[in-house]
């Protein structure tokens, strides 16, 4: 099974200053296809998760362009340019290239 | 506007039996592959199962295998889990996803249905 490994577990932020999440796998994300089914997504408190990014870097319709994904292979970056309080929540990268894992979840919460 | 609704959640004792159910709008649901994940009360997330759009193929975790089953009523754009054989660590809300266009990962989420494994 491919783990999912998230750094940091928790962010603590200033409003209007950047933020920045590292997700790792233990296994190589491209796919046979060439593409690499890395994802993120965001779950505020008492709502469901909602996509950001997908395919490492890919913003989904109506995600800010204050949200951008990077990254490669087994390395995977999500950085908030200028963190706003609507930002607060939980983070998770997902993988679909090999059957479906989450990582453990990152919470960024507002120092 | 896609909209997932998750419905047959609810309090079951260990070992019993549960369908969920999601009604599924605004998409082409005979097109999409569909998706159950779950959230244990505090924790993270976990995938349950898959299904693709015509229900001929199906993917479940080592957790569920065995107990749960996936699959689709696309004559009327739901999606279901039958749970059987219920643990305690089941207990978690489940939520119905749709997969994304490229048929990998998922794009919408239902609002979720909690379910309760207690004696």
């Known amino acids: 099974d491919v783990v999912m490994t998230q750094t940091p577990l928790s962010s603590p932020v200033t409003l209007g200053q950047p933020a920045s999440i590292s997700c790792r796998s233990s296994?190589?994300?491209?796919?046979?296809?060439?593409?690499?089914?890395l994802s993120w997504l965001q779950q505020r408190p008492g709502q469901p998760p909602r996509l950001l990014i997908y395919?490492?870097?890919n913003r989904f319709s109506g995600v800010p362009d204050r949200f951008s994904g990077s990254g490669a292979g087994t390395d995977f970056t999500l950085k908030i340019s200028r963190v706003e309080a609507e930002d607060v929540g939980v983070y998770y990268c997902?993988?679909?290239?090999?059957?479906?894992?989450f990582g453990q979840g990152t919470k960024l919460e507002v120092k | 506007q896609v909209h997932l609704v998750e419905s047959g959640g609810g309090v079951v004792q260990p070992g019993r039996s549960l369908r969920l159910a999601c009604a599924a709008s605004?998409?082409?649901?005979?097109?999409?592959?569909m998706h159950w994940v779950r959230q244990a009360p505090g924790k993270g997330l976990e995938w349950v199962a898959v299904?693709?759009?015509?229900?001929?193929?199906?993917y479940y975790a080592d957790s569920v295998t065995g107990r749960f089953t996936i699959s689709r009523d696309n004559s009327n754009n739901t999606l279901f889990l039958q749970m059987n054989s219920l643990r305690a660590e089941d207990t978690a809300v489940y939520y119905c996803?749709?997969?994304?266009?490229?048929?990998?990962?998922?794009?919408?989420w239902g609002q979720g249905t909690l379910v309760t494994v207690s004696s």
């Open positions: 299904i693709s759009y015509d229900g001929s193929k199906k």
């Open positions: 605004g998409f082409t649901f005979t097109d999409s592959g």
């Open positions: 296994q190589s994300l491209v796919h046979s296809d060439g593409n690499t089914y």
């Open positions: 997902m993988q679909a290239t090999q059957a479906y894992t």
């Open positions: 395919k490492i870097s």
């Open positions: 996803a749709k997969s994304d266009t490229d048929g990998f990962g998922v794009d919408y």
